[in-house]
Nanobody
Framework: QVQLVESGGGSVQAGGSLRLSCVASGYKWSGNCMGWFRQAPGKEREGVASINAGGWITRHADSVKGRFTISRDNAKNTVYLLMSSLKPEDTAMYYC???????????????????WGEGTQVTVSS
């Protein structure tokens, strides 16, 4: 059974940085897409970033381009989301997701991801 565990969330001031981590276990790590999503209160869950199995094809939502960077370390079964220049509107619960399939590039839509973590809260104050 796949388990995804996120960490690294917290409270920061606007302009600050955080690095989220997601460790996968019980998962066929190679060959599959991984993604980060976020959900603010009262809003739909939205895709933030995705990365392919090898780590060289990434996608970032327009709202975070130039500020967030997704990466992965396959030796550690870990996906990261480095967030900088944080804004209050980045406040949300952030979720890691894993797909059982391979896409090029990996989508930012929820429906292709099969496993989800419990989330880690990010709060950005102005």
């Amino acid at each position: 059974q796949v388990q995804l565990v996120e960490s690294g969330g917290g409270s920061v001031q606007a302009g600050g940085s955080l690095r989220l981590s997601c460790v996968a276990s019980g998962y066929k790590w190679s060959g599959n897409c991984m993604g980060w999503f976020r959900q603010a209160p009262g809003k739909e869950r939205e895709g933030v970033a995705s990365i392919n199995a090898g780590g060289w094809i990434t996608r970032h939502a327009d709202s975070v381009k130039g500020r967030f960077t997704i990466s992965r370390d396959n030796a550690k079964n870990t996906v990261y989301l480095l967030m900088s220049s944080l804004k209050p509107e980045d406040t949300a619960m952030y979720y890691c997701a894993a797909s059982d399939s391979t896409f090029f590039p990996c989508p930012l839509t929820r429906d292709v991801y099969d496993s989800w973590g419990e989330g880690t809260q990010v709060t950005v104050s102005s």
